[in-house]
């Protein structure tokens, strides 16, 4: 079968000369959950960018849904409509994709870009209002929310088009516990429901639920390994490696113990020094 999406030595440096990707080839099979974990700066955003057809290559080729994309394939309808409703995006910045005076102008906006009677859109806005919870807030300004609350209506507002690929840039990124749970169990749901999910993260506590397949970049922008999320998240030198854990130093009785960790629920691996060394040595 041919991939969904497939991005073959992808380049892409900003303003000509600052790297963001080199050599990247990935593949995205339809109903597939891909997780791209990396270090703020290794080029995840620019992936998604790319992928949602917001930057071009300057080497490389992409396509998506069979076809070749290129910014004048994208500029001519009626493949350039199709694709920006069934790809889209959710920015790791809420606030840079609401702009509407309220949270239900935001989520009808995309509709309303179709062409689609009043009606029409009118039940698809309440049908994502209900499925978000965000009832309480459909008549308030997106500016007054919190960030949680900003995350749910700007998925909200795309998954209010069906699309079948879903862009998810460091999603649970600022959110409290709660909010982060709530989002991830969006995404699932979108995820049963068929929908291609590729999740930009550095949060290594939501990838077992959110992906089937994890790919790694280094800081220098290229993959590092790829596998499934047990197999990535078992590997503590890779992702020490990737700069997704980091040393954590700690006295316990008698001895400095020194261990690479992201956050509790990760194994630790412990060293030992002895109690006349210093902690920031080793």
């Not at 917001?54 to 998506?64: D, S």
């Not at 004048?72 to 609401?98: C, M, T, W």
């Not at 999320?229 to 503590?236: N, T, V, Y």
Request: hydrophobic residues 40%; contains cysteine; negative net charge.
């Amino acid at each position: 079968m041919t991939p969904l999406l497939e991005l073959e030595d992808i380049h892409f440096a900003y303003d000509g000369n600052i790297p963001a990707l080199s050599s990247l080839s990935l593949s995205v099979e339809a109903g597939e959950r891909v997780a791209v974990l990396g270090a703020n700066g290794c080029g995840k955003s620019t992936l998604l960018k790319v992928v949602a057809g917001l930057l071009f290559p300057q080497k490389g080729r992409y396509r998506a849904f069979g076809r070749e994309i290129t910014e004048r394939v994208l500029s001519h309808d009626p493949f350039g409509i199709y694709f920006r409703k069934e790809l889209g995006i959710v920015f790791q910045n809420a606030d840079a994709q609401l702009f509407n005076p309220t949270v239900r102008d935001d989520i009808a906006f995309g509709p309303l870009q179709l062409n689609e009677s009043p009606d029409a859109v009118d039940r698809k806005v309440e049908e994502a209002i209900a499925a978000f919870g965000l009832g309480a807030l459909a008549d308030r300004p997106p500016f007054a929310l919190s960030g949680g609350e900003k995350r749910k209506v700007a998925l909200a507002s795309v998954m209010v088009m069906s699309p079948r690929v879903l862009l998810l840039d460091e999603p649970t990124t600022g959110l409290d516990p709660r909010s982060s749970r709530a989002l991830v169990d969006l995404v699932v749901a979108a995820e049963e429901q068929g929908t291609t999910v590729l999740t930009a993260t550095h949060d290594l506590h939501i990838v077992p639920e959110i992906a089937t397949r994890v790919i790694v970049f280094g800081e220098n922008r290229r993959v590092l390994a790829s596998g499934p999320p047990e197999m990535i998240l078992a590997d503590r030198e890779l992702l020490l490696a990737a700069n997704l854990l980091h040393l954590h130093r700690h006295r316990h009785e008698d001895s400095w113990h020194a261990h690479p960790h992201d956050h509790p629920d990760v194994a630790h691996h412990h060293g030992h020094a002895s109690e006349t060394d210093s902690p920031q040595g080793g």
